[in-house]
Nanobody
Framework: QVQLVESGGGLVQAGGSLRLSCAAS????????MAWFRQGPGKEREFVAS????????LYADSVKGRFTISRDNAKNTVYLQMNSLKAEDTAVYYC?????????????????WGQGTQVTVSS
């Protein structure tokens, strides 16, 4: 059974940093695309960052470019989202997602595998 489990969320002051983790299990993710999405209060779920498991390509939303970094540890089968210079508008539930194929990196409807989410709250 394929499973994604996020962790690392919490409360942080504006300007601070957090690192989210997404532990993947149940299959090998070589060839998969891994992504982070977020859903703020009263908002639609939106794309944050994605990467191919091979780590040769990564894509970021304009709102987080230069502040967030997506990466993975092959040995631990874990994907990370390093978030720096956090802003109040980054407050959201952050979800890890996975899919096979290499198209539509930013479209949440193309990702069939999701974690349960982890809350990130940034106080201003």
């Amino acid at each position: 059974q394929v499973q994604l489990v996020e962790s690392g969320g919490g409360l942080v002051q504006a300007g601070g940093s957090l690192r989210l983790s997404c532990a993947a299990s149940g299959r090998t993710f070589n060839g998969y695309v891994m992504a982070w999405f977020r859903q703020g209060p009263g908002k639609e779920r939106e794309f944050v960052a994605s990467m191919r498991w091979s780590a040769d390509f990564a894509l970021y939303a304009d709102s987080v470019k230069g502040r967030f970094t997506i990466s993975r540890d092959n040995a631990k089968n874990t994907v990370y989202l390093q978030m720096n210079s956090l802003k109040a508008e980054d407050t959201a539930v952050y979800y890890c997602a996975a899919k096979s194929g290499i198209y539509s990196y930013t479209d949440k409807d193309t990702y069939p595998i999701w974690g349960q989410g982890t809350q990130v709250t940034v106080s201003s």
